[in-house]
């Protein structure tokens, strides 16, 4: 099942809900595919095609139903119940994250937090208990957790990555500045923030020499 | 010079450094460009066609001098002295890039936030003093501060950006789900963390069904 359903079309599909959600907040009840395009940074026939996908059709007069296309997206999307999700590195960046992610979605919860440093382990960081790195293995297992964040310092990504492959997790969102070797069979997305400003940071300042 | 410099390079160059770094740390003198590129998850060829970028060569029997090669990238990515970044949207996300980014990069350095939330200005959040948005574009202009940070809620998102470019910034890193619309010479790079985790738990879970 994998390969069938493109990445970008799951970010898209994401990008979509969030947009709608919003839409919703507004009372909006009918979008056309040309609006929801528009405000994605899509093509209408982008978004058309991204609703085959889903086996969803608008009326022709009116456009999608915002309601029950969040819903068909959520369907498709979201586990069916909550998927737990393990996070390793509770540092300055780990912090930040389960802080951003805490009642965020809400089947789609971090409940398992490991970190080596013994002063934070045992404690409950922003709603998730952090944990041992000796007991990663036995609750993921225990778990079935198959989705971790990997916010450890970049010498210690590959060991973490290492340890979470061989407890049965197949998707990691990494952020630690170091391509990860894993299985092909793993999903690896990699979220880099600090190059992400450099890179801005770098454009917006050439950008400036050059009108001066 | 906006043309000239790959995307996708600068980001390379980003993640060469902080390798090297940690090579560095580890007190490591040299490295061949297809050990760099192991690291990064590149081909040597690559490599050394970006250290062309940088006019930056290495000796045939011993590689790249580890130290002179992160002054050159620094020569090259970072402002000469400290280029300062605006931050608007001082909510859960906005407080964590503020925490994750403190003291982070000596020259690059989040000064001035901006929140519509009269609790949270003429405060210091994370090292920074948050300031009214009504202040915004004297600030900027002041400070002369070219790149900027976006923390707000989707539906303000564009206003933000606006107000931004109109007071002089040409590189966003957006973490809004909406698509920008922005004049041409400014450079966006878009961060969407529920996305990317979202996706990962996609299909991590696609991942686990079929192995069933």
Same mark, same amino acid.
């Given at each position: 099942? =994998?390969?069938?359903?493109p990445?970008?079309?799951?970010?898209?599909?994401?990008?979509?809900?969030? =947009? #709608?959600?919003?839409?919703?907040?507004?009372?909006?009840?009918f979008?056309?595919? @040309?609006?929801?395009?528009?405000?994605?940074?899509?093509?209408?026939?982008?978004?058309?095609?991204?609703?085959?996908?889903?086996?969803?059709?608008?009326?022709?007069?009116?456009?999608?139903?915002?309601?029950?296309? +969040?819903?068909?997206?959520? %369907?498709? #999307?979201? *586990?069916?119940?909550?998927?737990?999700? $393990?996070?390793v590195?509770?540092?300055? =960046?780990?912090?930040? +994250?389960? !802080?951003?992610?805490?009642?965020?979605?809400?089947?789609?919860?971090?409940?398992?937090?490991?970190?080596?440093?013994? $002063?934070?382990?045992?404690?409950?960081? @922003?709603?998730?208990?952090? @944990?041992?790195?000796?007991?990663?293995? !036995? #609750?993921? $297992?225990?778990? !079935?957790?198959?989705?971790?964040?990997?916010?450890?310092?970049?010498?210690?990504?590959?060991?973490?990555?290492? $340890?979470?492959v %061989?407890?049965?997790?197949?998707?990691?969102?990494?952020?630690?500045?170091?391509?990860? &070797?894993?299985? %092909?069979?793993?999903?690896?997305?990699n979220?880099?923030?600090?190059?992400?400003?450099?890179?801005? *940071?770098?454009?917006?300042? &050439?950008?400036?020499?050059?009108?001066?």
């Amino acid at each position: 099942m =994998l390969g069938q359903w493109p990445d970008k079309a799951i970010e898209r599909l994401s990008l979509y809900r969030r =947009l #709608l959600a919003n839409l919703a907040a507004e009372r909006v009840k009918f979008i056309y595919s @040309h609006e929801l395009a528009q405000k994605a940074g899509r093509t209408a026939a982008q978004v058309r095609r991204d609703m085959m996908i889903l086996g969803f059709s608008g009326s022709p007069t009116k456009g999608y139903e915002v309601a029950r296309l +969040i819903e068909a997206i959520g %369907g498709f #999307l979201d *586990a069916g119940g909550l998927q737990e999700i $393990a996070l390793v590195g509770v540092g300055n =960046l780990g912090r930040a +994250i389960l !802080s951003y992610f805490a009642g965020r979605r809400p089947n789609l919860s971090i409940t398992a937090a490991f970190d080596s440093d013994p $002063a934070k382990v045992d404690r409950v960081i @922003h709603g998730c208990p952090c @944990h041992r790195m000796e007991e990663l293995a !036995s #609750l993921v $297992a225990v778990k !079935s957790i198959n989705t971790a964040i990997v916010a450890v310092p970049a010498g210690e990504a590959q060991a973490v990555a290492d $340890a979470l492959v %061989g407890a049965g997790v197949c998707g990691l969102l990494n952020f630690a500045p170091v391509r990860l &070797r894993v299985p %092909g069979a793993v999903f690896v997305e990699n979220v880099d923030l600090t190059t992400s400003l450099e890179k801005v *940071a770098f454009f917006a300042r &050439r950008q400036l020499l050059r009108q001066e």
